[in-house]
């Protein structure tokens, strides 16, 4: 048997020749204050024509950003910005109309805010897989147990897809617009945090 036949991944380099694969350079990181005026045009630019509101503005942006940026996750496409979450922690239960402005530091609870996608990169499952390695990330953090968020109707069937569980009507309302608060156990996941290089 030949080393080629007993390896079939390996092919002569002389068979890759003219064909050169360029994949853009990805980058996922936690985000800073300097990322702000970026996170908001995508965010204005996602909801404003879906629901007319935007979850934060730029000086609440700013605000978590300095904050938690730890509780951040932008996705960088050739160093552009096209998809983030934006989270901090909270303290209670449930979540409240506080929690909307406040980060509770010792809290054990991830809010997330605010998940969105670059017009000209959506429907290419970004959303799904940013979502896959901010939970993946929130299980390295061992302070965090669970993480919440708040969303409409129509968005249900996306967050059940990524394991959240709904818990029910949100009592946070804005405007006329109503929200199911949904839950993702972090806590369970033990044996994946000793798994995981965490």
């Not at 995508?42 to 904050?67: K, M, N, Y």
């Not at 605010?114 to 799904?128: E, I, M, N, P, Y």
């Not at 959240?164 to 109503?178: A, D, M, N, Y």
């Not at 044996?191 to 995981?196: K, L, T």
Request: charged share 20%; glycine share 6%; with cysteine.
């Amino acid at each position: 048997m030949s080393v080629m036949s007993a390896v079939p991944f390996m092919r002569p380099l002389h068979m890759f020749q003219g064909r050169r694969h360029t994949l853009p350079a990805s980058e996922f990181r936690s985000l800073s204050p300097e990322d702000a005026i970026s996170v908001f045009e995508i965010e204005r630019e996602a909801f404003i024509s879906v629901s007319g509101e935007c979850p934060l503005h730029l000086d609440e942006v700013r605000h978590f950003l300095t904050l938690c940026p730890e509780l951040s996750l932008g996705w960088f496409e050739e160093g552009r910005l096209v998809a983030f979450i934006i989270g901090s922690l909270w303290d209670q239960e449930r979540l409240t109309t506080d929690a909307l402005t406040l980060h509770k530091p010792h809290g054990t609870t991830v809010h997330i805010h605010v998940l969105a996608v670059h017009r000209t990169f959506r429907q290419q499952g970004k959303g799904s897989i940013l979502m896959w390695r901010y939970l993946q990330y929130l299980r390295c953090l061992p302070y965090v147990r669970r993480a919440v968020l708040m969303c409409e109707d129509f968005l249900v069937p996306f967050y059940r897809k990524s394991g959240f569980k709904v818990r029910g009507p949100s009592e946070i309302t804005v405007g006329p617009l109503v929200f199911i608060e949904m839950l993702y156990p972090v806590r369970g996941h033990a044996f994946m945090r000793r798994n995981s290089g965490c």
